[in-house]
Structures are given as structure tokens and as C-alpha cells.
């Protein structure tokens, strides 16, 4: 079980105890959540394997693929009232682990803000396309926030991903206490102003190691470089239920008779998830 990551990467033996670890190659092929084969060497480890994953998430620019982690049950997106989320970055980021065959729920948090209403509207498309949002306040409401996620997390390895100020490291807090405080605690001394996240983490949420939490640094532009531009549609469940066209390989941007495009008519596949499939569609196929 790897944690942590860089030049060198720390491991988590059965019994739980942490070892810093080093691969052998020059190539650092392993990421958080990986299971491996290591050996002693000295005071600390070299990976000798990686066995095979469940599930990788990943995203791929035009020059770059990032690892965020592998073998993990769900993802968490947190977004907020404010500061004001993108539709674009949460919409990528639920297509990339509808890719990768993991389920995801989101947390708009920041219930207590005035704005709630209107964010709240602008993530209908998503509940009605089956996904789970919890409205929470992450600060005001801990307990409440606490009680409604026990369950959801309960035996589970679940990522956690989110805009920078959404309420990330509130709710890392939460369920981990102290886990970002010193962090956040530097930062401020040294008035930067806010503590970001550069790497990955695994934190266990119970004694008996079956429930866990990934903790990654904020979203950065996701790019989705890895999905073939023909396979975009069956990612998105509400462009997914409508693409009933003519032609068996409609791009839904501009053939006659695409189920698609009389759906956003219709008003039954939102205007904005529409344009995000155009947006994302057009960055995978170009021209
Ligand atoms: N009004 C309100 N503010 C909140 C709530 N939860 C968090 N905040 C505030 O939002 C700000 C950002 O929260 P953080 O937990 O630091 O979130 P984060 O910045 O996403 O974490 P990073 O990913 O490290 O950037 C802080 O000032 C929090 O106090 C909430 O439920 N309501
Ligand atoms: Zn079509």
C-alpha cells in the first residue's frame, strides 16, 4: 500500500507500520493506493512490484499524464457556494471516473451562504442524472456533516477532490483531526495566505484499517486526453440516455437527427452540460 510520493514513496506493511521505499527503476511507476511487493533494504524499502489495479484515476494533458491514485472506491468532489465552482472542472472530473468505473458523489458545501440557492440549481442536472450531491457546511455544521458521511465512507477508500477554497481541508479535518492543521498552521505564520496540498495522501478513518480517506492536492486543469472522442456521449449519463440517433456514429454536434440535439431543445439535457460535451469533444478531436 503506498502513500505519499515523489522520489520516494512511503509504504504501509500489514501491520501497519510506514516504511520509506524507493523503486528500483528511474521511471516511478507506482501511486497512492497501489498495493506492492517490497523488501528490506537497510533501514528502508525497495519496491520490487506493483500488482495489478482495480482502477487507475488519471488525467491526461497534452503533454502529460498525472496519477491521482489507484484502487479506490469512490470519489468525492467538493465544491462551494463560494468561491463560485466550474461546471466544467466537476463535469471533467466525474467523466474521468465514469472512465474509470468508479461511482462518485459530490458535497456542495457552504449551505449557510447566501448564494446556496443559486448553486444549488446549477447542480439539478447532476441529481437528475442519478449522482448523489450532499448539501452541506462543513464549518457550522461538523456534526451533522459527520453523521450524514459515516455511512458513505464506511468501509471504503474514497478520493477526494475539489477547487481549491471549497472546504477540502475543513473536511479533511473533520474526519481527520489534525491531519492538515499543522500544514495550514505554517502557512499562515508564514502569511501565505492559504496552505495548498502537493501531494497525495492515505489516511485511515478507522482503527481496524477498512475505511479511508485520499486527500490530493486541488483541481488543476483536467484534461481528458485518454478518452476516445467516440466513447465522450457514454461517459455523461444525461447526453448517454439521449443519444437515440440516425446515424450510429452521431458526434450529437451536428447531424440530422440526433437524439442529442432534440434533447437540449426539449430542454431534457441541460444547455451547459451540452456545452461542456461540445468543449470536451472538440479538445478531443480537433478540427
Ligand atoms: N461559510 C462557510 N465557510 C466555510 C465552510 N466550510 C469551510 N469554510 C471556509 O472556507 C474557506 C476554505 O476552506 P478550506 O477548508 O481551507 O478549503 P480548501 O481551501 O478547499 O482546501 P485547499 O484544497 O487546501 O485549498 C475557509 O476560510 C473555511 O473556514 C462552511 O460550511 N461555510
Ligand atoms: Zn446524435
Redesign the pocket.
Known sequence: MVTGHGRHYVVEAGDGSRITCHTRGKKSDCVVGDLVRWRASGDEGVIESVEPRRNLLHRQDEWKTKSFAANIDQLLV?V???PVFSESQLARALIAAERAGIPSRVIL?????PGFEAQRRRLDPYVAMGVEVLE??????PDE?RARLAPLLDGRATFVL????????????LLVPGA?AT??EISHAMNTG????TTTEWYWLDAARSSALIDS??FQEFGLRHIDPQELAGLMPDIRAHADCRFYNCTHLHEPGCGVRAAVEAGAISESRYRIYREIRAELAPG
Open positions: 467538493v462551494a457556494v463560494e458545501n457552504k449551505r449557510d451562504l452541506l457546511t462543513l464549518k457550522h455544521a456533516a475539489g477547487p481549491s477554497g471549497a472546504g477540502k481541508s475543513t473536511l479533511v479535518n492538515r500544514t495550514a492559504r496552505h495548498t496540498t492536492p486541488g
